[in-house]
């Protein structure tokens, strides 16, 4: 079996192919997840040993060559000074208990771009928040707000960087595109974070947004706010976040209301509430009382008998709806109260008033 049949894949293979089988490969017949069994082992030698020649671009390139006259897996020879794999040291049986945090870190899916540089990415949304009046939320309004307005760089096109006139060989790397970290006897070959893997700079970092990507500027910006908002109702305003990078989209602005309260009117929901006062005489024979609403004056009917805390409903009074066109409705509640006036005459109705009431008889009833 040669190293593509050992892998599974075609000679035809694209690198990062060939890095996927691997992983799947090496997370099903990992030693550790299959003690004891020989074969699993076995396999996960030829593997990795696959890997280390089909992973590497120049031996691959010269094991494709050889491909006829190629020696088995099992004989391959040992990765020369330098490549991503030392598999005699691997597989040294004294070494497979500190395999484990190694595989765990490496069989981690790697960034397609370690720096995040390069592919597109959206902006960020921004948060802010905007202190409203009680009736302007109710009613709506245009607020002008001011903001920190991003665009992404035409000249970089939001890269931070540009295409440099001459090219120059990483030194972290010394232009190979890899450096290599060692975990105990094993070697570790991974891409150059500085150069990020390409082993020449052939970038400089842009002038017109020094290197930041974007360009910013203060600007007034008039939101409209929907009739009908509440304390805490995020309105949406699309693309006025940050700005993209590397052609991304840029994120939303959102503008987060503070309702200031109201001294007699309270808002549940859609639903506004206020509490009336009403007289001992209007709330025993009933009348008809004017009560503020927030589009003017209504008059509601007191009926005869009326308690306190009963509660009169005005369809359609409360606030416009965010969901949809249907407003809230207002609520009203009653609360009695008494003579405040001491006058003689006033004295001699309540006491007439008394001796007609029934209130010990009701008083004796709770505790028939």
């Not at 897996?73 to 330098?82: C, S």
């Not at 891409?191 to 600007?219: K, Q, Y």
């Not at 004017?290 to 008059?299: C, H, K, N, S, Y």
């Not at 407003?327 to 003689?344: F, L, S």
Request: hydrophobic fraction near 35%; charged fraction near 30%.
């Amino acid at each position: 079996m040669n190293h593509y049949e050992a892998m599974g894949l075609s000679r035809k293979a694209r690198t990062a192919d060939i890095k996927r089988a691997y992983k799947r490969l090496a997370r099903k017949y990992h030693p550790d997840l299959n003690p004891g069994d020989r074969r699993a082992e076995e396999t996960f030698k030829a593997i990795n040993e696959a890997y280390a020649v089909l992973g590497d671009p120049a031996r691959r390139k010269a094991y494709d060559r050889d491909m006829n006259g190629a020696p088995s897996p099992r004989t391959a020879p040992a990765p020369a000074p330098g490549t991503a794999w030392d598999a005699s040291a691997m597989f040294d049986p004294s070494n497979l208990g500190a395999l484990s945090s190694f595989f765990t870190e490496f069989l981690r899916e790697p960034s397609p771009d370690p720096s995040g540089r390069l592919a597109p990415r959206r902006g960020d949304d921004v948060m802010r928040t905007l202190s409203v009046d009680f009736f302007d939320a109710l009613r709506g309004l245009t607020a002008r707000i001011d903001i920190d307005a991003e665009t992404t760089c035409e000249l970089c096109h939001g890269a931070g960087r540009v295409t440099a006139a001459t090219r120059r060989s990483c030194p972290d790397c010394a232009g190979t595109g890899r450096i290599s970290r060692f975990a105990g006897p094993l070697r570790l070959a991974t891409g150059c974070p500085r150069c990020e893997g390409e082993g020449v700079f052939g970038w400089d970092g842009c002038g017109a947004c020094a290197g930041a990507g974007i360009l910013t500027r203060r600007e007034g910006l008039d939101v409209p706010i929907p009739p009908g908002v509440d304390d805490g109702s995020r309105v949406r305003v699309s693309g006025r976040g940050r700005a993209g990078r590397n052609g991304g989209g840029p994120g939303d602005l959102f503008i987060i209301t503070r309702v200031a309260p109201h001294p007699f009117f309270r808002r549940i929901g859609d639903n506004i509430h206020c509490t009336v006062p009403i007289t001992v005489s209007e709330a025993a024979l009933g009348t008809r009382i004017e009560v503020p609403t927030i589009d003017g004056r209504a008059r509601i009917r007191i009926p005869p008998g009326t308690e306190t805390g009963q509660k009169f409903r005005l369809r359609g009074k409360g606030s416009p709806s965010l969901r949809g066109t249907v407003r809230g409705d207002q609520y009203v509640e009653t609360r009695i109260v008494t003579p405040a006036g001491r006058t003689d005459r006033i004295r001699r109705l309540l006491e007439e008033l008394g001796g007609l009431e029934p209130g010990e008889e009701l008083r004796r009833a709770l505790f028939a």
